[in-house]
């Protein structure tokens, strides 16, 4: 079997839907959610001259693979199938009904030409770049208003080659917002998986404004001052399964998003339906996040089984004055952390703003929030619960919830204000704004047990 057609029959079965039950007998995933497409047309991109050498610049070969797969529209879609090698290159967009495929050994590596990096329109949901005003850099790999897409490999890695941005950032030489590893927009049925995305310019991968995405079996890796390289960042999207990864980055392993201030107001697309779980990682700012962008609103949000080691915050949820939007229903469960400096945070002051055009009396609801079945070891301070004066959280419900602080060290207790709820079984033990309302039935029996 030659060595294409073996990765074909193999690209086969990393999306191919069968849910885990059937194997295990136990462990869930959504692998369902996007279904399978056998590609009968295959090409690879030496086919267009592509050479992997470090050297080679490739932009103009991957543009013309996606072209061809594009216009000639073969039945069933096409595989693009990169071989071993290290593959320079500029942006470039992907289409419909395709396959990236990474072998194993084969590395898409982003060229280090900021001068002449094509640049796109600021998110409608965002109102400019979220650097800077204007424009912003497109992602290294982008697709926009697409269906049945598909990135996944041997375990291949695609690298942003960040550091050159990074620099402009500290040294502020940027001229517009970083670009992301990976992004769509407006696209639906999009898995990701078996592949190492590394050393992004900015966030690693964004869904935007999409819908039934699944991204599985990806390792996600930037140093750990790598500035704003949040690992997957589900944005104004539903339907979205985010599962058995590992991720350790400069920023947040996983964030919620849904737009900013007024320009997501206006723009008023939610994120709901985004499962996370069986994450591993570590980060120094937070392991999995809600925000602060929420303006769209974000709701049914179902986190569990998250493994985190040195990071900053373990769960935190995060709004601000002018976001307007809503965070409900959300539901976090079976999380160990370790080495920690805040266990869990929810706040209501977090985040920077678009400009000066935002309202500040769009203030933002948080309600329905249920924590539960967490074990910390090292955790420097327990939590902090900070609602708004004139918007308090509500139904904040809290049970199971054990954090150990550092030997030798006195461990921080709770802090809350502006916030209700219930909670049961925690230590160090609440503050008194949820201690108290335990028997006010704020919260019921099922936030505690299922």
Request: aromatic fraction near 8%; hydrophobic fraction near 35%; glycine fraction near 10%.
């Amino acid at each position: 079997m030659t060595r294409l057609a073996l990765s074909v029959v193999l690209a086969i079965l990393a999306v191919t839907p069968v849910t885990l039950e059937a194997v295990t007998g136990s462990m869930v995933t959504c692998s369902g959610i996007v279904p399978a497409r056998y590609r009968n047309d295959k090409v690879s991109i030496t086919d267009f001259g592509g050479v992997g050498d470090g050297r080679t610049v490739n932009t103009k070969a991957f543009r013309e693979a996606v072209y061809r797969i594009q216009h000639l529209r073969r039945r069933g879609g096409t595989l693009l199938y990169v071989p071993p090698g290290v593959y320079l290159t500029g942006s470039f967009s992907l289409t419909s009904h395709m396959t990236l495929y990474l072998a194993r050994g084969a590395v898409i590596k982003a060229t280090q030409d900021t001068w002449n990096w094509p640049l796109i329109a600021p998110l409608p949901s965002y109102g400019r770049g979220r650097e800077l005003p204007g424009r912003r850099y497109m992602s290294l790999i982008q697709g926009h208003g697409l269906r049945d897409v598909v990135i996944t490999g041997e375990n291949g890695t695609i690298d942003g080659q960040g550091e050159v941005w990074w620099n402009m950032w500290r040294q502020g030489t940027l001229r517009y917002t970083r670009p992301h590893l990976v992004e769509f927009m407006n696209s639906r049925s999009i898995m990701i998986s078996n592949v190492v995305f590394k050393n992004s310019p900015f966030w690693n991968i964004h869904p935007v404004y999409c819908s039934n995405v699944v991204i599985r079996y990806v390792t996600i890796l930037a140093p750990y001052n790598s500035p704003n390289t949040d690992g997957i960042d589900p944005d104004s999207s539903s339907n979205v399964c985010i599962e058995d990864s590992y991720i350790s980055v400069g920023d947040d392993l996983v964030s919620v998003k849904s737009g900013w201030d007024e320009y997501g107001i206006r723009y008023g697309r939610r994120s709901s339906g985004i499962t996370i779980r069986r994450i591993t990682g570590s980060s120094p700012f937070a392991g999995i996040s809600v925000g602060s962008e929420t303006s769209g609103g974000v709701e049914k949000v179902s986190v569990e089984n998250i493994n985190l080691r040195n990071t900053g915050i373990g769960i935190h949820i995060k709004t601000n004055i002018g976001r307007g939007g809503f965070i409900r229903d959300v539901t976090v469960s079976d999380v160990y952390m370790e080495n920690v400096r805040k266990g869990i945070r929810i706040m209501g002051n977090v985040g920077d703003h678009p400009d000066d055009r935002y309202n500040r009396n769009a203030l933002p609801y948080v309600k329905g929030i249920t924590i539960k079945d967490v074990w910390g070891e090292k955790v420097q301070e327990a939590g902090l619960i900070q609602g708004l004066k004139n918007s308090p959280f509500t139904g904040i419900c809290l049970s199971n919830i054990y954090l150990h602080g550092v030997p030798g060290q006195r461990r921080a207790a709770w802090t809350c204000s502006d916030v209700s709820g219930a909670a049961l079984e925690v230590s160090p033990w609440v503050c008194s704004e949820l201690a108290s309302t335990y028997q006010s039935g704020t919260c019921s029996n099922n936030s505690f047990r299922e």
